[in-house]
């Protein structure tokens, strides 16, 4: 019988840089502490036009997918988040001057793999909406350079 549903729970989000430029790292992912959720990135094909002029309807076949190229990491924003996020922006700017990428990590404990893509973070951390009685959230856009999907997962320390 299949379960329910998984629950987000105790899930985690980490960053790592590689150590091998064009391999992904399997050890030394830094958690990023307060994230309170991570965007979807679903595969949308294109769709091919694949209709003839014997067609009375147009038929199609699938093209490259696309992820949209972006996702949004949203924390709730103390001073150590800031100081991570910053963190996070550092070792991007570190690897992508060594040629290298930045690796991100969604984990959860009730999987035994976790989804993974390679990413580059802003330069500067934006500016939260603002309003009364409420926790403040910043937003981290991730521009998307290459989605890599499930794999062996490794849990994200801090």
Same mark, same amino acid.
């Given at each position: 019988?299949?379960? *329910?549903?998984?629950?987000? #729970? ?8 590689? *150590? ?20 979807? +990135? ?8 694949? !209709? *003839? +002029? ?18 949004? &990491?949203?924390?709730? +924003? ?27 990590? =969604?984990?959860?404990?009730? #999987? ?19 309003? =009364?009685?409420?926790? &403040? ?6 521009? =998307?350079?290459?989605?890599?999907? #499930?794999? !062996?997962?490794?849990?994200? !320390?801090?």
């Amino acid at each position: 019988m299949a379960v *329910a549903g998984i629950s987000t #729970l105790k899930m985690k989000v980490g960053y790592a840089a590689e *150590a091998t430029a064009g391999t992904r790292p399997t050890t030394g992912y830094t958690m990023l502490e307060r994230c309170v959720s991570v965007g979807a +990135l679903s595969i949308t094909n294109e769709n091919l036009d694949a !209709t *003839a +002029l014997e067609d009375e309807i147009k038929r199609y076949i699938a093209g490259i997918g696309d992820t949209g190229g972006s996702t949004t &990491l949203t924390f709730n +924003l103390t001073s150590g988040t800031t100081t991570e996020i910053e963190g996070m922006i550092t070792a991007y700017n570190t690897a992508k001057e060594a040629g290298k990428e930045m690796w991100f990590e =969604v984990w959860s404990p009730y #999987l035994t793999k976790a989804f993974f893509f390679k990413g580059e973070p802003p330069q500067k951390i934006g500016m939260p909406e603002i309003g =009364v009685n409420t926790v &403040l959230q910043v937003e981290v856009p991730i521009t =998307v350079s290459d989605y890599h999907g #499930l794999d !062996t997962g490794v849990e994200p !320390t801090a």
